[in-house]
């Protein structure tokens, strides 16, 4: 049986002779392949879209469904891959068995079983990534979305994951010794006891491999870095379902205060614990498989702090009460777990969270040392004294919200105010009160229709849920930037710009929108209730007004309905715990991220695909490599009836039709004018590029034509250390460009697809290099990244990097992003000679901005005089 | 509410009801859900619910054979079929042995809470 691979490459064989020449392939038939490729990968990116659609909780859907789906993407982009080793002369074969193992992770989490990521043993809390959840157990998962929420502190912490687990076992032999002993167990009714009793033995007799050994200690020193051998840690069990869905909670051991010297010996300890007898009871009862059972185990610095205790989000002995409970004691938070005299809050859970009563306990002693957790006396006058006043108080229950925000639901929560004055979270759980799974009850109906809705059934649901709060429009990045948590987020457009309030908003409207875009994808992964494409809230949603979001039944309240969020937080069944909903959670981990990003970073390989997003973007952008490397010269690219461009702006552009993107008419000639332009995203971006003024704009006081020809001339230049050979080249289709640039010592690309369909339209431009020294350059960047975002691209970049993309906009938006485009490439193509500081950036945006027309919230008025394409 | 209109739904994906019943039930049905057809017929040779919603492939008696099994127990009831193959020819089929409407899946939870409210109506008008 031939496997995958063998099979394609005989097929390629067929049409290609093994690493023959390809002389008797026409461009024609390239062009015809690369056609095919970009139609494949915008079929793919559809279906990515509509999995993630999805994950908002609007739509009912089964496992066959994700099934399906998965089949069918892998279909798309195996032939995807065979058409791009057709253009690429077979050299990219290893594509073939990079989709096969991300198809087979994919097969294995539709199975529901644990994949889990091999040689990774030891991870930084940072390090961990969104498909690791398994790899790390619930409770570092947990920890690890906490630290990416804003405002919310996680002490440095790492994570020995369920691999070192495994190796542990293995290395001992414990796998059969353990099933033995289970074996044993049901046969002849050893006790539940006995069985725990001799599996504990046996882990704690166990060896650490002496590679783990040395991983767990470096990991360690390096989260204490000044003083490893003198520092504490706690050592916690970070179990597979463990605080998540199932709970285990309290049934592990965990330990505090574990000095640098019992590192190991703890870690022992820890695992061994997950055989005690009532966990084991607890497995048996509810079945979950002993031959899946692993056990991840968190280290966490020990923090010295002022104040510590504990949160609850809800008071669990009147849940239909605003309000939330501090626990809270002077020193380490060991007196407040362990139920000793502490002071007592009861907070409101609404801004700005008020101390609505206090119980101050007469706090005789603190516990103020890891090392033998000796405990103190508190100094007479502090003694009655509140350990928190109301500020501290109100900050702490403002990030603890923001936590259940996400987690949505009630959470008892772990804090301390460490010597900084920053709160910390040391650990987060779901509080036990029981969810009845009731849908809404008539009364709350009846409560309902008595308030005033400012919005009903206006725009799409991206992400279900219900959020309440002081509405906050966004228009700019300064609005963004002073973003208060919990509000509600209203913005015109849903611009990738507003991810970094996101997280903070307890829900998010915007007038335009998509629920595919990737501001919707944002919201999902926070859990932001969302609702896109109104129309209108910006106008009818006034700022800091009070309103309640149901983005359940899709309606806009005015004010705060309590009924409603408490219904909600209590007992509402949660769509995100259902098996499907996380099957296909884990399912787009490993398909719509793109970690592939810099088609010049070391990663971008065959190897470095990560995602099947991450396979399309390669297969693309290594197909236009090979087109234009295949073309090699100028001349060979005429011979094959590319075109030069006649314009005002000599660019030394020359044309590639691969279908409709040229007039039909233009004849055998080898010139072309920008009215012979059919390329919808070409004539956009010329129209703006192609304007005079757009290349004469202040810094380019010289002779407009002898510096253009001067920077323009084919050449070859060194950038970021890449040779280049001097190629202006643009691939055009009737609605598709990939523009190269090579002008002013810089490297230019512009790669977009625009027509009716707003999911198929997209927009990357990548822009590098320069003739001055680094420190310009980057300003130049900066100065680049800053418009682009805030006319709507998400952008990344370093030095003097830019990378900026857009996705699922209407074809109007992207022809202005275009023409705007088209105007940057000319405004900046020599200003980085005139950045001397980095006040140069603001003078430079503020410029532009006005130039162009474009008001503060990013919209502009398109002024398209002397081009020549008109 | 003394007489609430009543939902059967039969999915042999639990997730089907799952996410149905708290969402019918809020609009004011009494909604049971079954995973298996055996069972709903045996809950339909008691019981005639006012609306039906089932699958149409499934493991038994399939989504066809349950809609002949109501419209012999139970022909005042409207059925909705779901379906992830959606074909037209199935629900042509469908149509032809009485099915009321017929949605696809993935759907919308506001597409189906609208077929249900039609149905409904139909119902209550005999």
Known sequence: MLNLVDRLASLCKKIIPWGGERSSISFNDLFVRFHQILEENNTAMELIAEMEDKLGGQYVFDKKFLEDMVSEIERVILRSAYNFNFITNNKELEIYSVIES????????????????????????????????????????????????????????????????????????????????????????????????????????????????????????????????????????????????????????????????????????????????????????????????????????????????????????????????????????????????????????????????SRIGEKKWMVVSFENEESAKVDEEKRNMPCLDAKQAALIVETALMIERYFKRPLDIEWSIDTEGCVQILQARPLGIARGGQPRSQELKEILKHRKALMRDKGIIAYRGVGSGP?????????????????????????????????????????????????????????????????????????????????????????????????????????????????????????????????????????????????????HEKSIQALLQIAEAPSTLLAHGGKRLKAKVPLNLILIDIGGGLDENIGKGGWVVPDQITSLPMKALWSGMGSDDAW??????????????????????????????????????????????????????????????????????????????????????????????????????????????????????????????????????????????????????????????????????????????? | MANKSTICILDDEPIVGDRLKPELEEDGYEVEIFTDSASAIQRIEEKCFDIFITDLKMEGVDGMGFLEKVKENCPGSAVIMITGYATIESARESFIRGAYDFIAKPFRLDEIRSAVKKAQKRVKRQ
């Open chain 1, 102 to 357: 991300l198809a087979r992770k994919l097969q294995q989490e539709l199975a529901g079983k644990l994949v889990i990521p091999s040689g990774q043993n030891v991870l930084a809390l940072g390090d961990i990534q969104e498909v690791m959840e398994e790899a790390v157990g619930n409770k570092a998962y947990n920890l690890f979305k906490i630290d990416t929420l804003p405002q919310a502190s996680v002490p440095s912490s790492f994570v020995v994951t369920i691999g070192g687990f495994r190796k542990y076992l293995a290395f001992n032999n414990l796998y059969d010794k353990i099933d033995n002993l289970m074996q044993e167990y049901r046969k002849n009714g050893l006790s539940v006891e006995s069985v725990s009793n001799n599996i504990r033995l046996m882990i704690l007799n166990g060896d650490i491999p002496s590679d783990l050994r040395h991983e767990i200690l470096k990991a360690a020193e390096k989260i204490c870095p000044k003083n490893p051998e003198s520092s504490f840690y706690s050592v916690r069990s970070s179990g597979v379902g463990e605080d998540g869905m199932m709970s285990y909670a309290g049934l592990h051991d965990s330990f505090l205060n574990v000095p640098f010297r019992e590192v190991l010996s703890s870690y022992k300890k820890v695992l061994a614990g997950m055989y005690n007898s009532a966990s084991l009871e607890y497995r048996i009862q509810r079945q979950v498989p002993f031959t899946d059972m692993g056990m991840a185990v968190l280290y966490q610095q020990m923090v010295p702090s002022q104040v510590a205790g504990v949160a609850y989000t809800v008071d669990p002995n009147s849940p239909d009460e605003q309000v939330c409970l501090l626990g809270a004691n002077w020193g380490l938070g060991k007196v407040v777990v362990e139920g000793g005299a502490s002071d007592m809050f009861r907070m409101s859970r609404n801004p700005p969270y008020e101390i609505l009563e």
């Open chain 1, 471 to 619: 509405v906050c429009l966004v228009d700019d990045k300064k609005s963004l930037e002073n973003f208060p948590s919990g509000a509600v987020l209203v913005a015109r457009f849903g611009i990738p710009l507003l991810a970094r309030a996101i997280p903070r908003a307890s829900a998010v409207i915007t007038d335009i929108g998509s629920p595919t875009g990737h501001m919707a994808t944002v919201a999902r992964e926070f859990r932001i209730p969302t609702i896109v494409d109104t129309g209108s809230a910006t106008e009818v949603l006034q700022n800091g007004q009070e309103v309640t979001v149901d983005a359940e039944r899709n309606v806009v309240y005015e004010g705060r309905v309590n009924e409603l969020l408490h219904h909600q937080l209590l007992e509402r069944p949660l769509f995100e715990t259902l098996y499907e909903f996380q099957i296909l959670r884990r399912l787009l981990r490993r398909i719509a991220p793109l970690t592939l990003i810099d088609p010049d970073g070391p990663n971008f390989t065959a190897r470095g695909c990560q995602t099947f997003h991450d396979v399309i973007r390669f297969i």
């Open chain 1, 696 to 870: 004469s704009t202040d810094p380019i006081v010289a002779d407009f034509k002898g510096l253009m020809s001067g920077v323009t001339r084919t050449q070859t230049a060194t950038v970021a250390g890449q040779v280049l050979t001097g190629l202006n080249v643009a691939v055009l289709g009737a609605n598709y460009m990939n523009l190269t640039l090579r002008v002013g010592y810089h490297f230019t690309v512009v790669d977009a697809r625009m027509g009716l369909e707003l999911e198929k339209n997209s927009i990357f431009f990548r822009f590098v290099g320069g003739a001055t020294d680094i420190s310009r350059r980057s300003r130049r960047a900066a100065l680049l990244m800053s418009i682009l975002e805030k006319i709507g691209f998400k952008v990344e970049g370093s030095g003097d990097l830019v990378i900026a993309r857009v996705t699922n906009s209407n074809i109007d938006q992207i022809e202005d992003h275009l023409y705007l485009i088209g105007r940057l490439i000319g405004f900046v193509r020599q200003l980085d000679i005139f950045m001397t500081d980095d006040t140069t950036v603001d003078l430079y945006f503020e410029k532009f901005m006005e130039a162009n027309n474009i008001n503060a919230t990013g919209d502009h008025k398109m002024k398209r005089s002397n081009s020549d394409g008109k």
